[in-house]
């Protein structure tokens, strides 16, 4: 068991990351760890995670009320968040809460990221699901995340950032970590026009490897193959990843998410869809037929 000195410098360490590496700003995001099964060590209110000393955690009981810190130290404002995912999660040890922005885009946006995209990701996080937005430091932010928790280590919160778990201070911070690598993968695949899906079949080959690697994970993978299906809440039994079924490949060409390499330019409306290297190609085209027809020096 690591000792109460160290737990507040591991608090102050992944303060300093989740800050140096974008994750929050200002006085944004909350850390915490549980010391005991009444007992939460928490980062403070009002106060920079990039800027912390141990001395300002702060203790509270699982109903959140200040048991010992600094005097002026109260506990963040979003600590209801953080205890919901204790009660409802004996094995979680500790949260993360942070606003990653490429993550909280995809969040401000309504995109779970929920697609079979890497490997790494389905076998340790499964999917990234998004919970329905709730006015961040009152009752409806642990009403809104409460039913994610349960099956989930890692979420997005609609319009507002990310939330980790893990058995300890720095697993959750690593699953931080790659909530926010995933998102800037899977948003360079969507800009470039497609992404290539595992199939279900390969998805269920990489849950085989949980159990042979010991990956823990709070619930099994159950496979959808109609994107966006899945009904406010989640199911409460699996981590829903969208991946469509094609026996004997193990990767599925997919341009729907941008209209992109390999779909067709022109829209169901009509529309001629052009990126903007086409269109300047035309354009150039255009002005150069004119400056000739007319006899004039480009």
């Known amino acids: ?66 048991v010992s810190g600094a005097p002026g130290r109260k506990p963040s404002s979003e600590i209801k968040m953080h205890l919901v995912a204790y009660r409802e999660r004996p094995d979680v040890r500790a949260v993360v809460h942070a606003h ?9 946006a309504g995109i779970p990221l929920d697609r079979a995209v890497l490997a790494e990701v389905v076998t340790t996080l499964g999917s990234i699901p998004i919970a329905e937005y709730a006015t961040p430091s009152t009752q409806e932010l642990p009403d809104a995340v409460r039913p994610y928790v349960k099956v989930h280590d890692g979420l997005l919160l609609a319009n ?5 778990l893990g058995a300890d201070l720095f697993g959750a911070y690593y699953k931080m970590e790659t909530i926010e690598h995933f998102a800037r993968i899977s948003l360079v695949a969507r800009q ?44 409460a039994s699996c981590q829903v990843i969208y991946a469509p079924s094609a026996p004997g490949d193990r990767l599925v060409p997919d341009t729907s998410v941008a209209q992109g390499a390999g779909a067709s330019p022109v829209g169901t409306d009509g529309e001629i869809r052009l990126t903007y290297a086409q269109l300047t190609a035309l354009v150039d085209d255009a002005v150069k037929q004119v400056t000739e027809g007319l006899g004039l020096k480009r």
């Open 1 to 66: 068991m690591s000792t109460d000195a160290q737990l507040r410098d591991d608090i102050v360490e992944i303060g300093r990351r989740l800050w140096l590496r974008g994750f929050v700003a200002s006085n944004d995001g909350n850390i915490s760890v549980r010391i005991a099964d009444d007992r939460v060590l928490m980062t403070p209110t009002a106060v920079s995670k990039g800027f912390m000393a141990p001395d300002m955690m702060v203790i509270t009981d699982m109903d959140g009320t200040l």
């Open 100 to 108: 990653p922005p490429l993550a909280t885009g995809f969040a401000v």
């Open 160 to 164: 507002h950032g990310a939330l980790a």
């Open 192 to 235: 470039l026009g497609r992404e290539n899906l595992l199939s279900r079949e390969e998805v269920d080959r990489l849950q085989g490897l949980r159990g042979r690697y010991g990956i823990s994970s709070p619930a099994p993978i159950c496979v959808d193959e109609t994107p966006g299906t899945t009904a406010p809440g989640g199911d």
